[in-house]
């Protein structure tokens, strides 16, 4: 608003000089900001007429134009410092990194290099040409068609970057690896790329490490490859997941699996693990990965190929900060160890001759049945032992041989009489014994009978001559209150002493 006054209205001195006229212009940017005001002063009195009063507007405007125009230029000048401080930090951050700048003009196929890109393969600033061509040349020749390629790629905006590790050749003849990353930041009408800016970063330390880092695994995978078994890593998620992060070649042979079969899931695992013994497994595992003990299993597995097979799992757990379970471990074929154990067991249970239970392992058997009975308070069993009449005299006229296949066709003959529960055993030369489970006295009477009928009807040949066999028996009952089983077979020795007493070929009950 224009504002003009007389000098009775506002008194104003100049140099003590009273003014006679005065008119005010304010002075407002385009923001509406009040820089103050343009002042029009007169000593004498006087009128402005309109045209007057827009030549003073103009006036003010033009300081306000002037005044906005410096602020502005003072404000570029305080960005521009500011930039120029930026762009020193980021120049001096990028020399420190080991990191060059390039800066490509793809039309022309002029690129420019930054001082710190040069450096990084040995060059000084006006040593290396700015065409893209020679770039290439630079490249290693087995990296060049991978790095041509991905440059495409990315100008067929097939990918949102580019990004390269490859081989460039430095200014000594030697190669370096480098870390190139860039991206087209300007594209023509059609979308044809047109200038594109990147970083080049020395990673030839890095990639020292990592050749060596591989070299290492790669002799840990030979060595665990040629070990015969299955060296494992088995994870356990929180969630009930689990799987084998790492499995060597073993796996063929272990499991009939291959390490990508396991990778994502133990399922193929649980899927040959013998039915009797995977709830085994399965509680081992959990129980080793409740109490972070080490985990020790034997169980068995069935496979297409190789059929029933034995294994030994060992392994270490230790926690993992997400709450897993990783165990490192080693599993091997136990099959053959396990075969050596079962005739080991056999030789330390069974006669050689008879293949019945020896005297050991008669009375084992014998002691258990007991326990049962007492357990149970169940029904008496009959102990019987048999003695074939005569033996001696056998092997003084036939021979030895002629005793041993007697004892054979003797054993042979009760193993054929014995039911589902009733067990037998040599427990001397020519002493078998016999129990049956919730037996009387009359129906053990019965099985010496038949026992007897058909040892007598076994002829034993030698040539012309026939031997024939007879067997004395003696029956007792264990009851719950013996207190011991050997108190029953004590019973019924007494029984047989007497039936060989009384003539042979007898049976007595005790």
């Given amino acids: 608003m224009l504002d003009d006054a007389h000098p009775g209205d506002v008194p104003i001195l100049i140099d003590g000089l009273p003014m006679g006229f005065h008119a005010a212009c304010p002075l407002t940017t385009s923001s509406g900001s009040r820089l103050g005001a343009f002042w029009l002063l007169d000593a004498g009195s006087r009128e402005l007429d309109q045209a007057e009063r827009g030549l003073l507007q103009d006036f003010a405007d033009m300081a306000v134009a002037i005044v906005e125009r410096d602020l502005a230029q003072g404000k570029l000048n305080d960005d521009a410092s500011r930039l120029e401080e930026n762009e020193k930090r980021l120049e001096l951050a990028i020399a420190g990194s080991g990191t060059g700048v390039w800066d490509r003009d793809i039309q022309s196929g002029c690129i420019h290099y930054s ?3 040069k450096a990084i393969i040995g060059y000084e600033e006006s040593e290396i040409t700015n065409r893209i061509e020679d770039s290439y040349t630079r490249v290693h020749p087995d990296d060049l068609a991978y790095v041509q390629a991905t440059i495409q790629a990315h100008f067929n905006q097939e990918t949102e970057s580019y990004a390269v590790d490859h081989r460039i050749r430095c200014k000594d003849g030697s190669y370096k690896w480098i870390s190139s990353r860039g991206k087209v930041v300007s594209r023509g009408g059609n979308g044809e790329p047109l200038r594109m800016i990147g970083t080049t970063t020395d990673i030839t330390a890095i990639q020292a490490l990592a050749e060596e880092l591989q070299q290492t695994v790669d002799l840990v995978t030979s060595l665990t490859n040629e070990v015969p078994g299955l060296v494992f890593q088995h994870r356990l998620l929180p969630t009930g997941e689990s799987f084998l992060s ?88 136990a099959t053959e160890r396990k075969r050596i154990e079962g005739e080991l067991q056999e030789f330390a249970t069974i006669d050689f001759l008879t293949q019945l239970p020896n005297r050991r392992h008669f009375v084992v058997r014998i002691e258990q049945e007991l326990a049962r009975i007492q357990r149970t308070d169940g029904r008496p069993a009959a102990v019987l032992t048999f003695d ?29 009489a014995l039911q589902k529960h009733d067990f037998a055993g040599r427990i001397g030369g020519e002493e078998f014994a016999v129990v049956l489970p919730d037996a009387s006295l009359e129906t053990a009477t019965r099985f010496a009978r038949r026992v007897q009928h058909q040892i007598a009807e076994t002829a034993l040949l030698d040539g012309s001559q026939i031997v024939t066999l007879t067997v004395s028996v003696g029956i007792a009952l264990m009851h719950a209150t013996d207190l011991s089983a050997d108190l029953s077979l004590l019973r019924s020795d007494g029984a047989l002493y007497r039936a060989k007493e009384r003539g042979r070929n007898r049976i007595e009950c005790d």
């Fill in 115 to 117: 001082a710190g890109w």
């Fill in 246 to 333: 790492y499995a060597s070649a073993g796996i063929a042979d272990i499991y009939e699996l291959t390490p990508q079969q396991v990778a994502a899931s133990t399922g193929p695992i649980h899927a040959v693990i013998h039915p009797d013994d995977l709830e085994a497994y399965r509680a081992s595992l959990h129980a080793s990965a409740a109490s972070l003990t080490p985990w020790h299993l034997e169980y068995r597995v069935e496979l297409p190929r190789q059929g029933l097979r034995w294994r030994q799992g060992d392994a270490r757990p230790r926690r993992l900060d997400d709450g897993s379970t990783l165990w490192h471990g080693f599993i091997t074929d």
């Fill in 388 to 416: 074939l009449d005569h033996f001696k005299a056998i092997n003084d006229t036939w021979g030895h041989a002629m005793g041993d296949h007697a004892l054979r066709c003797f054993a042979a003959l009760l193993r054929d």
